[in-house]
Nanobody, 121 residues
Framework: EVQLVESGGGSAQAGGSLKLSCTAI????????LAWFRQPRGKERREGVA?????????YYSDSVKGRFTISRDNAKKTVYLQMNRLKPEDTAMYYCAAALVACHLGPFGYWGQGTQVTVS
């Protein structure tokens, strides 16, 4: 089964940048959609941040991060990235990568990483 591991989290000042990575340590070929979610402290649900179709390359961004975050993938390295620029304090959250075996617009996401903390002050 797909196993995902995130890294790259940490602390940054408002206006700064961080780059998250998520590596599939088992396999990635069967995943039709790769995505990033985040869950701020005090929130009960994770919110979708960005996704990319492994079939078409089409990307999606939430309105709150559009123009600031970029999702990309490296098939050779079996890794998906989230470049986060112009960070805001409201970006503070635990970030999770996820994979779905169906198209991004269909879901659900059945595979999740362990999460990496991002803190913006």
């Amino acid at each position: 089964e797909v196993q995902l591991v995130e890294s790259g989290g940490g602390s940054a000042q408002a206006g700064g940048s961080l780059k998250l990575s998520c590596t599939a340590i088992v396999q990635l070929g069967d995943a039709n959609c790769l995505a990033w979610f985040r869950q701020p402290r005090g929130k009960e649900r994770r919110e979708g941040v960005a996704s990319v179709s492994t079939v078409t390359g089409m990307t999606y961004y939430s309105d709150s991060v559009k123009g600031r975050f970029t999702i990309s993938r490296d098939n050779a390295k079996k890794t998906v990235y989230l470049q986060m620029n112009r960070l805001k304090p409201e970006d503070t959250a635990m970030y999770y990568c996820a994979a779905a075996l169906v198209a991004c617009h269909l879901g659900p996401f059945g595979y999740w990483g362990q999460g990496t903390q991002v803190t913006v002050s």
